[in-house]
């Protein structure tokens, strides 16, 4: 030891002692340090209370005792690899999501090509219901599990409360479709696409675990093994003429089984040692009997409520604008614009997969107090943002007529001014979104709530005043206005956040002892 010890002060102390591990396993023991100072003067410690010697008398004052395990060491971070780069986990997760998107787009052809218009139609009123129901009850829970760095909730908290929207969302969606007078056939696949919709939730929040532990490969290789392995089964179900309420059970069936078969075995294997249901065996079952409605899922239901508010909000911000020319211009003029908007999907994947590995890096650097590095994180994603959205109107602007002309035809060549409009307010709600993301990392949650209301009474309100005067052109200013009041909200939101930059307790490396022959 060295150090000093001077009028009743001790400085510098340093205490360095070596452990050398026995050739046959022991233990496991616990080593005690303990000091004896003297003062400059020759004066001691009044009384000892640790023994130096095994069996001798105290000679020493206890200071740290620490656990010595025979093994090896492995030192799990709670935020997953920190020298991953942003790039790469931006790259697959884009092509992850690029892949789902196609796999989508192929299951409603092979609807369309070895099925009925009857039957999409059907598959697309099973959506229709219960992806709103889910997406609201879903409360947005994988993104607060996904910046939770600090651990401040264990996995099955969030998994917890999922179980109880699960079930309000299961009987929302079987009320709509008994009380919407839907009988037979219908029915049943109503209902059966409601039910793959619970198990694309639980899938939803395990993501938010590998999230954390950005695990982004795990998350794309569990999305291309059920979007494709749904195309492969609805593809042999109809060359076999399987009905299309055949169909959606096997859907369902399929879903299930992804998410209990491969979703749970990753999160296990990424799991960080303090969820003892995760431990393999353990399963489904171990995390259905963890549920516990108590004080502390109240408290992250309660929590989670203003993201449920974000979640309606940008939901009913796309469908505002196309229920306002429904009653004032018609149907055909919803099926242009609804043809335009669907050009800004291309942009909103990108920008989702850059916001997905972003999301776990703010919360770690919220949970280390890393000022510098949230900010230039932030800084760089929205700057991203913003240029993704002025690509999309220069292109609109230079190519937007053709481009339209040969994808939809020459009659939507007219609508370019619209769809330029549409993309200004897709940059502007990509920095937006950025900025939310950097509040939802800080816990800003019911101011984030409030902007997204507020955003949607812009918009709504600018629809009902600029789509009977100005037509499709109205509805997209409409769309522009509401993003530039999101986009300063937001803004205005983070400076005053940032202004009291939180300061809590940094992340702390969990350890577990794993048997030498395992490392």
Known sequence: ????????????????????RATTPDGPFSATFGVAPVDSDGVAMTAFDMASASGGSND???????????????????A??????????????????????????????????????????????????GAPVVMFTNLRLAYLLATDASRARPFTSYFSLRLAANAVAFVTIMLWATLGGYRGSTWLVIVFVGIAKLAEALS???????????????MALSLALRGWG?????LVLRLLDVPLVGIAGALAAWWWLAFWVVDLRLVRNARIGDDPALAPPAGLLALIRSFRLDAALLELAWQAVPLGV??????????IPRLTIARVLGADAVGYFSALAYVMVAGRMIAVALGTPTLPRLGRFVAAADRAAFLRTVATVVAFGLALGVAGVVASLLVGRLALTIVYGPDYAAWSEVLTLLLVASGLGYAATFLEDALLAMRRLVAQGVLLVATLGVIAVACATLVPVHGLRGAAWAL??????????????????MSSWPMPEAVVPRVSAMPPSAG
């Open 60 to 78: 020493r004052t206890q200071v740290a005792s620490v656990p010595l395990h025979f093994g090896r060491l492995r030192v799990s971070s709670a």
């Open 480 to 497: 522009v206005i509401g993003a530039c009041v999101e986009l300063s909200g937001a803004a205005l939101l983070f400076w005053r956040a």
């Open 204 to 218: 939803d929040i395990t993501f938010g675990y590998l999230s954390l532990r950005l695990r982004f490969r795990a």
């Open 80 to 129: 997953g690899d920190g020298q991953r780069s942003l790039r790469s986990d931006f790259v697959v997760n884009l092509v992850g999501n690029i892949g789902y998107a196609a796999a989508q787009w192929v299951m409603l052809l092979v609807l369309v090509r070895l099925g009925s218009p009857a039957m999409v139609g059907e598959y697309s009123l099973g959506l229709a219901i």
């Open 1 to 20: 030891a060295t150090g000093s010890f001077s009028s009743g002060v001790a400085s510098g102390i340093t205490l360095t002692a070596n452990a050398a």
């Open 230 to 234: 749904t195309v492969i089964l609805m």
């Open 310 to 319: 974000v979640a309606l909000s940008l939901s009913l911000a796309a469908s």
